[in-house]
């Protein structure tokens, strides 16, 4: 696994993404790794770890963005995958959104994997939602978890101004939950922007679903 890890990040330090491909869909193929594995282990923690060397410190930013979108790449080329496992008979529903002027949704797409994979029908809205359009078809989709992911501490307020107006427009048994890195250092504060709970990992939303 060590090694698989390691090639991984080579590949995606050199933007050699035809290749990365390759690579993570034949370990998948033999069993070598996961699903769970390759997000949890090496997509996500990769995504949070912000490094630049000197040497390159004029282009880090474009770097950034390179290694975001080849991990975006990464996780759709996974979609048929991830959609062979679902349970055949989809009765939940599930929303993964961000707030407005929230523009990094990369993480609020592997939890859309993830509640795939727990058998929900979920819809990916992604960044920057236009909320008013998400609002007038909630009672359209009627969903039994809503997860909204924010990464800017800024975005909390409106998170919060959100989550009141849902609570006034769902019922008592619609779940809704936050995560992101905007709570990184406070878990807890989901609780006075009055969600459910605080996801950040696939055990956590192994335990709400």
Not at 106 to 132: C, M, Q, S, V, W
Not at 182 to 208: M, P, R
Request: proline share 2%.
């Amino acid at each position: 696994m060590e090694k698989i890890d390691d090639k991984i990040i080579e590949l995606l330090n050199e933007g050699n993404l035809e290749d990365l491909l390759i690579y993570i869909s034949k370990n998948i193929k033999n069993g070598n790794i996961s699903i769970i594995e390759l997000y949890e282990n090496i997509l996500i923690p990769t995504l949070r770890k912000k490094e630049c060397n000197l040497n390159d410190k004029n282009i880090c930013v474009w770097k950034e963005h390179l290694k975001i979108s080849m991990i975006r790449t990464i996780i759709e080329n996974q979609y048929q995958i991830v959609t062979k496992n679902i349970e055949k008979n989809i009765s939940k529903k599930a929303v993964v959104l961000c707030p407005p002027e929230e523009y990094y949704d990369i993480e609020a797409r592997i939890h859309t994997d993830y509640l795939r994979l727990f058998g929900y029908e979920t819809y990916f809205i992604g960044a920057n939602t236009p909320y008013k359009d998400f609002y007038n078809a909630i009672d359209y989709i009627k969903p039994e978890i809503i997860l909204i992911e924010v990464e800017n501490y800024y975005n909390i307020i409106a998170t919060h101004k959100i989550i009141e107006n849902l609570r006034k427009k769902t019922d008592s048994e619609t779940k809704i939950y936050v995560s992101g890195a905007a709570f990184t250092n406070e878990q807890e504060l989901y609780k006075e922007i009055h969600a459910d709970g605080y996801l950040d990992s696939y055990k956590k939303i192994k335990e709400v679903v």
